[in-house]
């Protein structure tokens, strides 16, 4: 499978994962131990061990769905591919109004 289909199904998975908090889902996309060439910011369990409670807050919100709106890839090298995620939050109001907030990374403009 070529590299930019690998990514686009990784990020189908993390919005499914998103919208469903599926942590065998999210356990499966991570190794366990990083790769020796590779870097990794946090351990998989304390990662895994802590989404429930961004998910819960977000609920508490009204959170209703997420959705990848673009993604944008530069290759870094045969290995590496650095890639900007911005997705679209929906969120319902106890009024019933629709909300939707656009995420991307601080100072950019989500597309």
Known sequence: ???????KE????VEQASNTLDLELIDSQFADQPDPNGTRVVEKQKFLTFLPQPQ??????????????????????DQYTMVKAHFLMTFQKSSGE?????????????K
């Open 56 to 77: 819960e807050f977000f609920k508490s919100l009204g959170h209703q769905s997420t959705k990848v709106l673009s993604l944008d890839e530069t290759r870094l090298d």
């Open 10 to 13: 990784f990020f189908e998975q």
């Open 1 to 7: 499978m070529k590299q930019d289909n690998l990514i």
């Open 98 to 110: 629709t909300a939707e907030a656009k995420v991307a990374k601080k100072g950019e403009t989500p």
